[in-house]
């Protein structure tokens, strides 16, 4: 059974593994209330952030990466297309770009708004991080011109990441999608998968409820 430790980016995780048919188990991580004493996660993922997954023998952290872990591993899975497909290459780059363009630079405006110590010094920093998820943002604008998913007419694990950075950023960084992209985040949080991943996911759900005024 595949053990997924902790939600935020973990999302992404339980959302493939539901789209993939996949058994497991989520393992809640307060990082809120602090994983000092947490000391499985910690034996998972010494260095204390999430997700990680335990999958037998195997521990892993990097959402993107276990996601390929799982689709290489259980697959294969139309959310991956071949290398040999057509498709592939704007594929792996939507995959990337979700975390390391668009939710690894909210993120930081995320915390640099909500928790900064010293608002000037802090000011700074998450400008340049709306720059870098702005910037990625008209990438993934100019693709969804083109097609209906990232990767062409299909459904990938490449929307997953992506749809999983627009939520964050409209969530929690006050970011506002244009009419496509609000159309494309509609398609892709439509499918059922998604809506199992929120039935399992109690801290993202009452994250989007309280986000969305509920
Ligand atoms: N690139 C990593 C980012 C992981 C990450 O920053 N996770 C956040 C929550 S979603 C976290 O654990 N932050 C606390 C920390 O880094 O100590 C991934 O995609 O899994």
Redesign the pocket.
């Known amino acids: 059974m595949i053990t997924v430790y902790?939600?935020?980016?973990?999302f992404?995780v339980v959302w493939l593994l539901e789209e993939m048919g996949l058994p497991y188990q989520l393992r809640p991580v307060d990082?809120l209330a602090g994983v000092e004493n947490d000391i499985e996660f910690l034996a998972i993922n010494p260095?204390?952030?999430?997700?990680a997954i335990r999958d037998g023998d195997v521990s892993m952290?990097?959402?993107?990466a276990?996601m390929e872990y799982l689709m290489a591993r259980y697959g294969p899975t139309p959310l991956a297309p071949e290398p040999r497909d057509p498709a592939f290459p704007v594929y792996q780059q939507f995959l990337h770009l979700g975390?390391a363009g668009l939710?690894?630079s909210m993120?930081f405006v995320v915390v640099a708004r909500n928790s900064a110590p010293n608002a000037e010094g802090q000011t700074w920093k998450a400008d340049q991080a709306q720059e870098v998820f702005d910037s990625r943002l008209g990438l993934v604008t100019r693709q969804l011109a083109r097609s209906p998913y990232l990767a062409g007419e299909t459904f990938t694990a490449a929307d997953i990441s992506v749809t999983y950075a627009l939520e964050l950023a409209t969530r929690a960084g006050g970011v506002v999608l244009n009419e496509a992209e609000r159309a494309y985040v509609a398609r892709t949080t439509g499918r059922e998968a998604y809506k199992r991943a929120m039935q399992t996911c109690h801290a993202t759900r009452a994250w989007a409820a309280k986000a969305s005024g509920q």
Do not use: K
Not at 47 to 51: E, N
């Open positions: 902790g939600e935020g980016r973990g992404r990082l260095a204390g952030f999430i997700p952290v990097e959402s993107i276990i975390e939710a690894a993120y």
